[in-house]
């Protein structure tokens, strides 16, 4: 009965490759979320979905894709890893009513490390 | 612009102490919500509580009581007999209509010794 899921969990690879995390939620919610949270455990946005439309993309290098084939997924593709992509991700999902947030319930994070 | 501040980058506490947690926001919006989230050693982000910005009523949960007051903007969380499961990073966040997205604190690091 998990609500938020990522995989995977754990993600090593080199400089230079392609990776793709997966995020699933079953909470029926219309918004979902990407957050990078860096090595000083700063937690940041990355990009936000409703209803699969990109509503937020922030300063993010275009080396990271989100795609979102429907309201239940949320897949944050990186192109092109760099040492500096090394972070744990965390994927987040909320209703949205209105302009009024409901309370973002986040997965368990995917920890990237690049080499 | 929003911005969050948790001023404490880390707090150290012997079992049974009472804690606070600051945290002070800043946001042009009129309706804002604020929440906290707690991050044990195992990496999750555990949802604790949400606050609107028209509802300045203190709220306690158990051994949790947060004190929000918009005259000072800010949002402190206190827990009170600490426990050694309390020991986390404790984030606060503050989510604008305008911006429509969380925007945390630093954290604080909450250590609770037996």
Known sequence: DTAVSQTPKYLVTQMGNDKSIKCEQNLGHDTMYWYKQDSKKFLKIMFSY???ELII?????????????DKAHL???????ELGDSAVYFCASSYTRGAFPDTQYFGPGTRLTVL | AQKVTQAQTEISVVEKEDVTL?????????TYYLFWYKQPPSGELVFLIRRNSFDEQN???????WNFQKSTSSFNFTITASQVVDSA???????GTGRRALTFGS????????
């Open chain 1, 75 to 81: 897949n944050l593709h990186i192109n092109s890893l």
């Open chain 2, 89 to 95: 990073v404790y984030f606060c966040a503050l989510f």
């Open chain 1, 57 to 69: 993309n922030e300063t993010v290098p275009n080396r990271f894709s989100p795609k979102s084939p």
């Open chain 1, 50 to 52: 409703n209803n699969k």
């Open chain 2, 59 to 65: 709220e306690i949960s158990g051994r949790y009581s």
């Open chain 2, 22 to 30: 600051d945290c002070v926001y800043e946001t042009r919006d009129t």
């Open chain 2, 107 to 114: 954290g604080t690091r909450l250590q609770v010794q037996p």
